[in-house]
């Protein structure tokens, strides 16, 4: 229990905030002398993240709207799978798949949203907006760890997969 891992990491001399939920550090045995992996998952993302960027060419080869709904439907299936992990090390080769898919699939969308607004639209604006849709989507984020805040962390993580779904979903079934 959370309150054994408490009293063994005081009794070391560990610093643990002792609290009895469901924490990525209570299920993964992130504590005391192994804190410092806590931040191998957000590592392994921004990993993904680079290798998709050096390797953005999947929608010039398969197009942008394949490359866009395929990688937000693995990217939530990815989440989906994180959020199920049973050990960090695989949990964070999922997240690595996740900075991977999502990577590809942010790369797709910017030219994809500028073909379908034509180019009498196209504006400086255009880029601007993606800008406030990045950021609207880390409010997001943070009002859904915020809601979520007395549940697992694991359903905060498979309901970030949502969203990805839906950007799937709403694409495929509105752009022709």
Known sequence: SM???????????????????????SSFG?????????????AFYFLGTLLASLGSGVADRFGRRPAFV????LSAGFMFACGAAPNLPLYAALKL????TTTIG????YPLACELVGPRLRTRMTVELWCY????????????????????????????????LLLAASYQALVP
Do not use: H, K, Q
């Not at 992130?30 to 957000?42: A, E, K, Q, T």
């Not at 395929?70 to 439907?73: A, D, E, F, G, P």
């Not at 942010?106 to 969308?109: E, P, R």
């Not at 950021?135 to 309901?159: D, E, G």
């Open 3 to 25: 309150a054994e891992v408490c009293s063994a990491c005081a009794s070391a001399g560990g610093v643990l905030s002792c609290r009895d939920e469901s924490t990525i550090a």
């Open 30 to 42: 992130l504590y005391c002398d192994r804190d410092w992996l806590r931040s191998v998952s957000p």
């Open 70 to 73: 395929v990688s937000r439907s």
């Open 97 to 100: 798949a996740v900075g991977f």
């Open 106 to 109: 942010t790369v797709s969308s």
């Open 133 to 164: 849709v990045w950021a609207l989507s880390c409010a997001f984020l943070a009002l859904l760890a915020y809601a979520l805040r007395a549940v697992s962390w694991r359903t905060l993580v498979l309901a970030c997969g949502v969203p990805y």
